[in-house]
């Protein structure tokens, strides 16, 4: 139970970051946008209220996922003790660092709700809400890594408040405008306001992002020290996930700036109403993805604390390296005979394990890479039956339940329900039910049953969600190179799956000669990811990790 907490904390805490960016967000919206001092048009006074009830929401999904942060941390010191210890546990920094962040968020989203949804225009009642603001941010400082420190407390406290920050300001701040557009939309006053708050807001972000940048640097140069903890331990892979992936929303902003600039020079609207809203839409998944991240981040140990369990460079090549897919499953005897339990937490996986769990990712990666071949032989027009594709999702749904936890009913022994508590198996049937949902709804937009504008972006949707999950996927518990060898194919496949889902989604919602390229894009990934599973390997468990 207690790994299944840590999951869903983790889940929470991008949750949490998701919520302080748009209560961070909605500030600097309002003060650096819309700017209530300045007279307001009728819609410019809507436009704050609409922000005011988006921080409003902010907050009160930070108080929640705060207290239920707290209410699992609290959970997990419960663990083989007869007593409540709540005096102790209260009186630990992240308690009341906690509580005080509870009560600022508190306060933030009554002044949100109670004064500027009803005064939008009040200067003061923005002012107080930064000030709020500040003290959330500031609390956070006590819930971070550099906490428990022992050099360099304080500078890598404040630091992290300050990445976390710039980060929140920018996905926050990217929140609103969409949620300003959807208000906009088909308004008169569409193509004289929306050109003017992106044109605020451009050098707002492009702040954000120096900070977010600077920030960042100092504390991989704290946390992971070199090149080898970079590239060779779980914390390094998900730091240069968050470069990946940053990258890939700075080539979008990039695409968003140029627009605005452009506006600004000619004064043609056109290309800030019609193609900035899909980019800004696909940057808004790209950073919530990036939170995510982050919030996996903190649940791994710093690449300097382990020195004696990071991978050399040609260790992590290797993992990427063709080879001989497995695809014939090893004796069901022999497996059955040697496999652990899905609840021994310290169980190192042996022979005859690695090699089901090589099969798994071959065949699998098999029947992802014939889908992706079909994905492009659809595009050509010319197959008109290869629009079926998607079905084989539903093949491979099967697969994935009957083997993604061989120990597990209905192959194996253990109980299904039961083993729902371990995150591992939780993780794969989570992604069963999302690869179900993914071939349905694709199949009926490809062959012309599923038209609504909305309900044809499921597909994208779900692979971004299923890049998060697989970013939040963790097999063990343990730091230990041989686990990290496994995770770097799923952060690569993480990585994979969100620039699938962020290219369908461009080649949705952009005209066909903009989205032409973005098809390419989602396809090229479709077929890396199936070659990543096809070759994927086990690493064999040195003597010094097995207990």
């Not at 700017?35 to 009728?42: A, V």
């Not at 040609?314 to 069901?332: G, H, I, K, N, Q």
Request: charged fraction near 15%.
């Amino acid at each position: 139970m207690t790994l299944l907490i840590e999951f869903f904390d983790v889940l929470l805490h991008g949750l949490d970051l998701i919520a302080l960016g748009l209560a961070m967000g909605g500030g600097v919206v309002a003060l650096a946008v819309l700017r209530p001092w300045q007279p307001l048009t009728i819609m410019g006074r809507v436009a704050l209220q609409r922000s005011a009830y988006l921080i409003t929401v902010g907050g009160g999904g930070l108080v929640a996922t705060q207290l239920l942060r707290l209410a699992f941390q609290f959970w997990i010191s419960l663990d083989g003790l007869r007593d409540w210890p709540m005096a102790q546990f209260l009186a630990t920094d992240f308690a009341q660092a906690g509580i005080v962040r509870i009560m600022a968020a508190l306060g933030l989203t009554a002044v949100s709700w109670f004064w500027l949804s009803r005064r939008p225009a009040s200067l003061p009642g923005w002012v107080g809400l930064a000030l709020l603001a500040g003290g959330v941010m500031i609390a956070g400082a006590w819930l971070v890594h550099g906490a428990s420190r022992i050099d360099n407390r304080v500078p890598l406290m404040a630091i992290t408040v300050v990445h976390q920050w710039a980060a929140v300001i920018w996905v926050g701040g990217i929140l609103h405008l969409l949620a300003l557009w959807r208000l906009l939309w088909g308004n008169l006053e569409a193509s004289y306001l929306w050109p003017r708050w992106m044109a605020r807001f451009s050098p707002v972000a492009l702040g954000s992002v120096i900070l977010l940048i600077v920030a960042g640097v100092y504390l991989a140069l704290n946390y992971v020290g070199s090149w080898q903890g970079l590239i060779g331990t779980g914390y390094g892979t998900m730091v240069l996930t968050k470069v990946v992936l940053l990258l890939l929303a700075l080539f979008l902003a990039a695409r968003n700036f140029s627009q605005v600039r452009r506006w600004r020079k000619q004064r043609q609207a056109t290309g800030v109403l019609e193609k900035l809203p899909p980019f800004l839409g696909a940057e808004a998944w790209v950073l919530s993805i990036v939170l995510l991240s982050a919030a996996a981040l903190t649940s791994l140990p710093p690449a300097v604390d382990t020195p004696d369990q990071q991978a050399s460079f040609t260790e992590v090549a290797d993992r990427f390296m063709p080879r001989v897919p497995r695809l014939v499953p090893p004796s069901r005897e022999e497996y059955s005979a040697a496999a652990s339990s899905v609840f021994d937490i310290y169980a190192l996986p042996v022979a005859v394990e690695r090699a089901q769990s090589e099969f798994n990712h071959n065949f699998s990666g098999a029947v992802v890479l014939l889908m992706a071949l079909l994905a492009f032989v659809d595009r050509s027009r010319f197959f008109p039956w290869a629009r079926h594709w998607p079905l084989l999702f539903l093949g491979l749904a099967v697969f994935l339940f009957l083997f993604a936890a061989s120990t597990v009913w209905p192959l194996g022994a253990e109980s299904f329900w039961q083993t729902l508590q371990v995150p591992v198996v939780l993780q794969h049937r989570l992604l069963t039910v999302l690869v179900i949902a993914v071939g349905l709804f694709e199949w009926r937009v490809r062959t012309g049953k599923l038209t609504h504008p909305r309900a044809v972006l499921f597909f994208p949707l779900l692979c971004i969600v299923g890049g998060g999950l697989l970013l939040t996927h963790s097999h063990t518990v343990f730091a230990l190179k041989s686990e990290f060898l496994i995770e770097v194919n799923h952060a690569t496949l993480g990585i994979l799956a969100v620039v699938m889902g962020v290219g369908r989604w461009l080649e949705l919602r952009l005209d066909s000669a903009e989205g032409h390229w973005a098809g390419w894009v989602w396809r090229i990934s479709f077929i890396l990811a199936g070659l990543l599973l096809l070759f994927y390997s086990e690493t064999p468990v040195p003597d010094g990790d097995k207990h």
